[in-house]
């Protein structure tokens, strides 16, 4: 009996401790994947530190640079918008007082004797070109009225003065007095190109209504249109061309009218353009007829029509600009047409202190009559020009603008010799 119960007790504790066995086989092989897990791990959270570690490296290499220059620059841009507020006026309207100044050293060749004239002042010398002086003041949120007097070496005269009306329905505004015409770019030489000159250098009297439907625009006007006179291309006044003159007398019962449909977009990544075709239409007055016959030799029709199109063109992209315009119109019996192309490129300097860009730029250009060229009438030559300009920016609303000019006309007879040098510092304040 005692051995039955000795063997009873063996074999249950031989079955009970199998189990047990098993189970602690098992727990070993678990704390042994555990670790294993653990020191997988351990090694992926250090190459993680690796990784980590080299990326604030080379961060640190200058991030206080940049950190500082990103900082600089909202800086720079929150305290411009602070200057750019309006101030009170003592009627409690707001407003804005503004001005330029241009200082410059000019240098023309000097023509002696041409059957056209001579070289008016043909030896290089410092002048004040002109000083402007503005004043913007907002009536409401949505009128503002703006004035400016001009002042050069010939004359001080009310260069512009209108009030407009802006967030009219269907994104709209209208713009009442003495202004450019809609089709008169932002110009960033001191020379204008002869397009210019002739066609929308000077202001007119009357009405633009202009307004967007996204991505096109457009222009209406409506003015007392612009006189016939004569212009010179260049800072000397000789060898002039025929212009589109701001003598805003109305001698006649026809107004100039003008439209103009626009198109601009961006198109892929930091490509912008901007093209605007435009009509004029209008009547000479008697004056006009009478300065046709004048000066152009030969000259005596009596066709009062006068007619205007064209179109400009801007293409950009990043800091690279391209801009074009072409310009035909019909005078009575004379036709003018010009076109330029200019393209610039600004390259943008960092750690000069008086130096932030530098912006080269070429403008070719050429401006043609249906006039048989006269040697002694220079408003009968065809022109080329071909300008070299560079653009510095020094500071905020600082800049100096070295142009070198060179002039090809057609005669008729002998050349002329009025290519021309231009150095100028340009203060807006």
Do not use: C
Request: net charge negative; hydrophobic share 35%; proline share 3%.
């Amino acid at each position: 009996m005692m051995r039955l119960a000795l063997s009873l007790l063996l074999i249950t504790s031989i079955i009970l401790l199998i189990p047990i066995q098993s189970t602690a086989g098992e727990i070993e092989q678990r704390l042994k994947s555990i670790e294993n897990e653990n020191r997988q791990l351990k090694e992926v959270i250090q190459e993680l530190q690796q990784r980590l570690d080299a990326i604030e490296k080379k961060s640190l290499d200058k991030p206080e640079k940049q950190t500082q220059k990103t900082l600089d620059e909202r800086i720079n841009a929150l305290e411009k918008k602070t200057t750019e507020a309006w101030l009170p006026s003592l009627k409690g309207e707001k407003i804005k007082i503004g001005g330029e100044l241009e200082f410059e050293y000019r240098d023309v060749q000097n023509e002696k004797g041409h059957a056209a004239g001579s070289t008016g002042s043909p030896y290089g010398q410092f002048q004040i070109d002109k000083f402007e002086l503005y004043l913007e003041a907002k009536l409401q949120e949505d009128v503002t009225l703006y004035t400016e007097i001009k002042t050069d070496p010939d004359e001080t005269k009310l260069d512009e003065a209108h009030i407009t009306f802006s967030a009219l329905p269907l994104d709209s505004y209208l713009r009442l007095g003495l202004q450019d015409r809609f089709i008169k770019p932002s110009r960033k030489t001191e020379t204008y190109p002869i397009a210019g000159t002739a066609f929308w250098r000077d202001k007119d009297i009357g009405m633009i209504i202009g307004g967007e439907i996204k991505p096109f625009y457009y222009r209406l006007s409506v003015s007392n249109g612009l006189r016939l006179s004569t212009k010179e291309i260049g800072e000397d006044a000789s060898f002039k061309i025929i212009q589109d003159d701001d003598d805003n007398k109305d001698y006649n019962n026809s107004k100039e009218f003008g439209i103009g449909i626009g198109y601009k977009d961006k198109f892929m990544k930091d490509h912008k353009i901007d093209l605007l075709l435009f009509s004029y239409l209008s009547s000479l007055s008697d004056a006009d007829i009478s300065f046709l016959k004048t000066n152009l030799p030969g000259y005596t029709s009596n066709k009062d029509t006068n007619t205007m199109f064209g179109g400009t063109l801007e293409y950009r992209f990043k800091e690279f600009s391209l801009f074009s315009q072409y310009i035909y119109s019909e005078d009575g019996s004379l036709e003018r047409h010009a076109w330029y192309i200019q393209p610039s490129y600004k390259f943008k300097i960092e750690g000069i202190r008086y130096l932030q860009a530098v912006e080269p730029l070429y403008r070719h250009e050429d401006y043609n009559v249906n006039h048989p060229p006269s040697a002694s009438k220079s408003v009968t030559w065809d022109r080329e020009r071909n300008t070299f300009a560079f653009i510095i920016d020094l500071v905020d609303n600082l800049k100096i603008k070295l142009e070198y000019n060179i002039n090809d006309e057609d005669t008729g007879g002998a050349d002329v010799k009025n290519n021309e040098f231009i150095g100028q510092v340009e203060v807006k304040f």
